[in-house]
C-alpha cells in the first residue's frame, strides 16, 4: 500500500510534502491550527494532486501539469505597482505575508498570521469538498493575508486595493473579508509577480456580505509567465445584497481559478463577469460552483475568453437550484474568440436544478473574428494586428464597461490593452 | 490615376467567376459614374480594388498611379489613399466610433510618415466635418455604425471620407437609402473634395445623383465587364431606355 503509494508520487507531490516538511515550526499556527494543516497535509500525501479522472478536475489534470514546486523563499519585490485606481487605499503582501502595520479608515483591519497564531484561523482550515485541492494546499501553507471588517452601515467611498505582490518562489495568502448590514465598498483584489522566476502562490479569499451590503469584488490576476496560480474566491450573499464580482486573469502559466458561490439570501443578486486572456504555453481553468440556496434570488454570468497561440483555456460552470429555492433566476454566458488554430477552450456549463418554478439558462459560444469586421477597419487604414486588437478588445470591453465606474473602467481596459498589444 | 486592365476575379471561396476581363482608366480630377443591372460585378469591383481578400484575381493588373496595387493589403490600399464607401457599411459593436476615427486617421498618418493629431486637433476636425454634414454629434458616441439608420450610416461613410481625405473615392450606391436633402447635403460633400488630384469613382442606379455629382464619364458594367462608355448623357440615355438596348448592342 505504502510502497504503492510512493511509486505513484510525482515531482511535484513530493517537493509540496517536503515544503511542509522543512517549514515545520516555521509557519504560524497554535496547536488547533497546526493539527489542522497536519490534517490537510495527510490528505494531500494520501490523495496526491487530482488527476483527470477526478471530475472537478477533468481538464486540469493537476497530477499532469503541475511539474516542480520551486522553494519557499523570502520576498525579493523590485516593483511596487501603482494601485490600478487612483486615490485607492493600497494594502499588500509581499510573498505571502503583510507588509507593515496597515490601517484603512472606516474599517477594521487585522492580520491572518494573527488569526493563525490565536488559533481562531483553525476552522477554516479546512476543505468544501473532497475535490477541494485549493483549499488543502492554501491551508497546509499559508502564512498571512488580511482580514477585513467592512461594519454595518459604512460606505466606504475609495476602492480598497489588496496587492498579493511576489518573486520567484512561494505565496500563500488568505484574506478573510465580512462586509456587515448595508455595508458599501469596492475591493480590488491584485495577484502581481514582479520579478523573473517561477513561483507557486495559492490564494484564498473567504467573502460574506450581510443583509443588504452591496460590494464590487474585482480580482486582476497578472502573475509571471512560469508561475502557478491556485486561487478560490469563497463567497456568501446574504439576505438582499448585492455582489458584483469581476474576475479577469491575464497571467500565469497553470491556472485554476475556482469560484464558489453560496447565493444564500432571499432577495440576494450576483453579477459575475470574467474576462480570461490568454496566450503562450499556458493553461487557466475557471471553475465555477454556484448555489441559489433560497428562494428569490438572481444572478447573471457572463465570461469572455480569447485564447491566442497554443494556450488552452477551461470553464466549468455548475449553477445549483436547491429544492425551495423558488423563483431563481440565474443565467449563464461563455463566449470565447479562438485566435489561432492550435488555441483550444473546454467550456462546461451545468445546471442541477431541484427546484420547479425558476428561470435558468446557459449557453457557450466559440468564433474567430468575424472577417467582415475586420476587413471594414482595415479599409479605413488600420493595419491587421492593430484591427484584430481593436475587435478583441470590443469583445471584451462590453463586459468591463458594465462596471460603469469611469475610473475603474480605464483601469481595467488598459490591463486589457496592455496584455493585447504583448500578444496579439 | 487608376487603370485595370484586362481584369479577371472570382470569389475565393467557390471560385465563381464575376469579373470577366474589365478595362477602365479613371484619370486624377475626373468623376466617373459606373451603372449597370444589379449583380453585374459593381460592388465586387470595388471591394476588388480595396483588396478584400474574399475575391481571388486571376488575370489582369490593376495600377493606381502607375503602381500595381495588387499585393497590397486593403490597409495599405487605404494608406494610399484608396477610400471605398460601402453599398452595406457594417455595424461593430464594442467599436467606438470617435476611437475608430481617430485610430483610422493617425494609422493612415503614421504609414505616409506624417505626425498623428492632437486628441484636440481631431475632435476639431471631426466636430466641422460632422456639422458640415449635419450629423448629429450624439450619433458619434455610438459604437460603429450600431443602430445607425440607413441614411446615417451613407452620411457616416462620407464622414469618414472626408476626414480621411482619400485621392480615390469610390462610392457604392452612397445615394440609396438616403432622403432628398441628405442627397444633397453628401453630393455638396463629395464636390467639396473634387479637385485635380484626385477623383471619384460614383457606382449608382439614378441619375438624380448625377445631377449633384455631374460625371466626366460614364462607364456601363454588365456580367463582370465595363460595355460601353460614354459622358454624361449616356446616363441620361439610360435613365430613358433601361439597360436592353446596349446590353444587346454588346452581346
Ligand atoms: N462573396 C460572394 N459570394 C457569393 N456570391 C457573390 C459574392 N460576391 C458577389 N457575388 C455574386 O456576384 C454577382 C455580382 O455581385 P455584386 O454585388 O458585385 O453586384 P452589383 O453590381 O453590385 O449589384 P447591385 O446593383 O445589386 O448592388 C452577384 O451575382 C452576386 O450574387
Ligand atoms: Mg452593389
Not at chain 1, 41 to 58: F, Q, S
Amino acid at each position: 500500500m505504502n510502497m504503492q503509494t510512493q511509486s505513484r508520487q510525482t515531482a511535484a507531490e513530493a517537493a509540496l510534502l517536503d515544503s511542509y516538511n522543512a517549514q515545520i515550526g516555521e509557519l504560524p499556527g497554535n496547536g488547533a491550527v497546526i493539527s489542522a494543516r497536519d490534517r490537510l497535509v495527510d490528505d494531500l500525501k494520501n490523495n496526491g494532486l487530482p488527476t483527470r479522472r477526478v471530475e472537478a478536475w477533468h481538464y486540469t489534470d493537476l497530477k499532469t501539469l503541475l511539474r516542480n514546486i520551486p522553494a519557499s523563499g523570502p520576498a525579493a519585490s523590485v516593483r511596487n505597482p501603482a494601485p490600478l485606481v487612483e486615490g485607492a487605499a493600497l494594502i499588500k503582501t509581499q510573498q505571502g505575508e503583510v507588509d507593515g502595520n496597515v490601517s484603512v479608515e472606516g474599517i477594521v483591519v487585522g492580520s491572518y498570521a494573527d488569526m493563525l497564531r490565536e488559533g481562531t484561523a483553525a476552522p477554516g482550515l479546512s476543505v468544501i469538498d473532497k475535490d477541494d485541492t485549493i483549499g488543502r494546499i492554501n491551508g497546509s501553507f499559508v502564512r498571512d493575508g488580511y482580514v477585513l471588517e467592512f461594519p454595518a452601515g459604512a460606505e466606504i467611498s475609495q476602492p480598497i486595493e489588496i496587492q498579493a505582490l511576489h518573486g520567484a518562489g512561494q505565496a500563500h495568502t488568505r484574506f478573510p473579508v465580512s462586509f456587515g448590514a448595508g455595508a458599501k465598498a469596492t475591493v480590488i483584489e491584485r495577484h502581481i509577480q514582479t520579478t523573473d522566476g517561477q513561483a507557486f502562490v495559492s490564494s484564498v479569499s473567504d467573502i460574506s456580505l450581510e443583509d443588504g451590503a452591496e460590494v464590487t469584488w474585482i480580482v486582476v490576476q497578472e502573475q509571471g509567465a512560469d508561475d502557478t496560480h491556485l486561487a478560490q474566491v469563497r463567497v456568501r450573499v446574504g439576505d438582499n445584497a448585492k455582489l458584483r464580482l469581476f474576475v479577469i486573469n491575464a497571467g500565469g502559466k497553470l491556472v485554476r481559478q475556482e469560484l464558489r458561490i453560496d447565493v444564500a439570501g432571499e432577495g440576494a443578486d450576483l453579477q459575475l463577469r470574467g474576462v480570461n486572456l490568454l496566450g503562450g504555453d499556458t493553461h487557466t481553468d475557471v471553475t465555477l460552483v454556484l448555489g441559489h440556496n433560497v428562494p428569490n434570488t438572481t444572478s447573471t454570468e457572463i465570461f469572455r475568453n480569447v485564447v491566442f497561440d497554443r494556450a488552452r483555456g477551461v470553464f466549468q460552470g455548475m449553477i445549483k437550484v436547491a429544492l425551495d429555492a423558488q423563483k431563481t433566476d440565474a443565467r449563464m454566458a461563455c463566449n470565447t474568440l479562438l485566435m489561432s488554430d492550435d488555441a483550444e477552450f473546454a467550456a462546461k456549463p451545468e445546471l442541477e436544478i431541484f427546484a420547479d418554478d425558476v428561470q435558468c439558462g446557459h449557453g457557450a459560444t466559440v468564433a474567430d473574428i468575424d472577417d467582415n469586421h475586420l476587413y471594414y477597419l482595415m479599409a479605413r487604414g488600420i493595419p491587421r494586428s492593430k484591427a484584430r486588437a481593436m475587435l478583441v478588445n470590443a469583445f471584451v470591453a462590453e463586459i468591463v464597461e458594465e462596471l460603469e465606474d469611469e475610473a475603474l473602467v480605464e483601469a481595467l481596459e488598459a490591463i486589457i490593452s496592455n496584455w493585447l498589444e504583448k500578444h496579439a | 490615376m487608376l487603370e485595370i486592365r484586362n481584369l479577371h476575379a472570382r470569389i475565393a471561396e467557390d471560385g465563381t467567376e464575376i469579373i470577366r476581363g474589365l478595362n477602365l482608366t479613371v484619370k486624377a480630377g475626373e468623376v466617373a459614374a459606373i451603372m449597370g443591372p444589379n449583380g453585374s460585378g459593381k460592388s465586387t469591383l470595388s471591394y476588388i480594388l480595396s483588396g478584400r481578400e474574399d475575391y481571388e484575381v486571376t488575370e489582369g493588373e490593376i495600377l493606381y498611379n502607375g503602381e500595381n496595387i495588387l499585393e497590397l493589403d486593403p490597409a495599405e490600399r487605404a494608406a494610399k489613399g484608396i477610400f471605398l464607401a460601402f453599398q452595406y457599411p457594417v455595424e461593430i459593436p464594442g467599436v467606438a466610433t470617435m476611437q475608430f476615427l481617430k485610430v483610422a486617421m493617425n494609422e493612415q498618418r503614421k504609414a505616409r510618415g506624417e505626425a498623428e493629431l492632437s486628441t484636440p486637433d481631431f475632435i476639431r476636425k471631426v466636430k466641422e466635418a460632422a456639422a458640415e454634414l449635419k450629423i448629429n454629434p450624439d450619433m458619434l458616441k455610438r459604437p460603429l455604425n450600431v443602430g445607425f439608420s440607413g441614411g446615417e450610416k451613407k452620411r457616416a461613410e462620407i464622414l469618414q471620407m472626408a476626414l480621411l481625405e482619400p485621392k480615390l473615392c469610390v462610392l457604392d450606391e452612397t445615394d440609396s437609402g438616403l432622403d432628398i436633402d441628405a442627397l444633397k447635403i453628401v453630393a455638396d460633400g463629395v464636390n467639396a473634395l473634387k479637385s485635380p488630384d484626385r477623383a471619384v469613382i460614383v457606382i449608382t442606379h439614378y441619375q438624380r445623383l448625377l445631377d449633384y455629382i455631374v460625371p466626366d464619364t460614364v462607364h456601363v458594367l454588365y456580367k463582370g465587364q465595363i460595355i460601353r462608355t460614354g459622358d454624361k448623357e449616356l446616363a441620361l440615355e439610360l435613365e430613358a431606355n433601361g439597360y436592353a438596348d446596349i446590353i444587346g448592342q454588346a452581346a
